[in-house]
């Protein structure tokens, strides 16, 4: 049976590049990828789903070091170059996957995207191949849903909400488009702000007829205190706003690097709910803020963090709501359960989309 199994999995193994799945019809609209999201994130609550993620940092120096690069190296006097090679394993219920990403701030000068992943799709039994898909767009999807879980399970009940986007690149891009899934009125406006005025309003522009709010390019941080909902996705090298500015009782979502301040994490570990995707995987990464606010203490976030209330969203208690006079600091570093599952997607909706899958069960 195995052999049978092994064999048909074995002749069914396909490459999908983005140019096959936007053919197919394959879209990431962010409404089925938000409930692809729910989804994972039961199976992880339940232990169905699980997995890690690890992540190689190559020295800075080596790349300054290339005679050919050095022109380069004035222009990230402020950013990360997030220089860098990640592997994430996960295994649900039906399939297991392995997603490599690549990145390097320095593409953008040499005509790539700053991320760049291939994800491997397996049968879950034998953990055979089944297919080998471009994952860039997939990860920025993916990484977006935090957007709309965070504002389903924390600010559903709410209108007129303000968000302040930091960040222009695929990530914001999806995070703005995902906010359009909910009601007419969630959202009274958004603003966005970039390293570069420039990418912020071409951002604006491009996503302004895409949704029913307004989009507001700005160049500091001035409305930051008014907003609701704040979601870091930049590449920063070092926090992108004071705890001063920050709404006293808003919500922000990190997605990042090293982008919160120290005052910020100490002022929500007295007042307010630090939460992650998973503790002891942003623990481990040790590259952003919530985790070096602890190594910076000589300490870990793994070890002391939960002493101290910080939570993995999965095992928050359906319960437990915000409360009105309370911040919350959201740090996810990217599971790759959820990579799973919209991998999953993309295959078992591109199997119904071909032609030679045709009555095919998925």
């Not at 986007?165 to 906010?179: H, K, M, N, Q, T």
């Not at 503790?279 to 203490?297: C, E, I, K, P, T």
């Amino acid at each position: 049976m195995w052999a049978t199994i092994e064999r048909k999995v074995s002749e069914n193994l396909r490459f999908f590049s983005a140019a096959d799945m936007e053919g197919r019809g394959v879209k990431l609209e962010p409404g089925a990828l938000h409930h692809v999201a729910q989804e994972a994130w039961a199976d992880i609550r339940s232990g169905r789903a699980y997995g890690l993620k690890s992540v190689l940092m190559p020295k800075e120096s080596e790349l300054w070091a290339r005679s050919e690069l050095l022109q380069y190296q004035k222009e990230f006097v402020g950013e990360r170059l997030g220089w860098k090679l990640s592997a994430l394993s996960s295994v649900g219920p039906d399939y297991a996957a392995v997603k490599i990403v690549g990145a390097n701030a320095l593409n953008r000068h040499l005509g790539r995207p700053r991320s760049m992943s291939t994800i491997l799709l397996f049968d879950k039994v034998t953990l055979s191949p089944i297919c080998l898909m471009d994952g860039t767009q997939i990860s920025a999807a993916r990484t977006a849903t935090y957007a709309t879980t965070m504002v389903e399970r924390f600010l559903s009940q709410r209108d007129c909400l303000s968000v302040f986007v930091f960040g222009a690149g695929p990530i914001a891009e999806r995070v703005v488009l995902g906010l359009g899934i909910f009601r007419p009125g969630t959202f009274s406006r958004v603003f966005i702000r970039s390293r570069s005025a420039e990418s912020a309003r071409r951002l604006v522009a491009m996503l302004a007829d895409r949704v029913a709010f307004p989009l507001i390019a700005v160049e500091d941080n001035d409305n930051l205190r008014t907003c609701h909902l704040v979601v870091t996705a930049s590449n920063a090298r070092k926090p992108v706003f004071e705890d001063s500015q920050a709404n006293p009782y808003g919500i922000t979502l990190h997605l990042g690097g090293d982008e919160t301040p120290s005052l910020y994490i100490q002022r929500v570990l007295k007042t307010g709910r630090l939460i992650c995707d998973d503790v002891g995987m942003v623990s481990r990464r040790n590259s952003q803020s919530l985790a070096l606010y602890f190594a910076n203490g000589l300490a870990t976030l793994e070890t002391l963090g939960p002493l101290l209330g910080v939570t993995n969203f999965a095992d928050l208690d359906d319960a437990i709501q915000k409360r009105p006079d309370e911040p919350l600091h959201i740090t996810c570093v990217g599971l790759p359960m959820l990579d799973l599952y919209v991998a999953k997607y993309v295959y078992e909706t591109f199997l119904k989309t071909d032609p030679e899958n045709a009555g095919a069960s998925v």
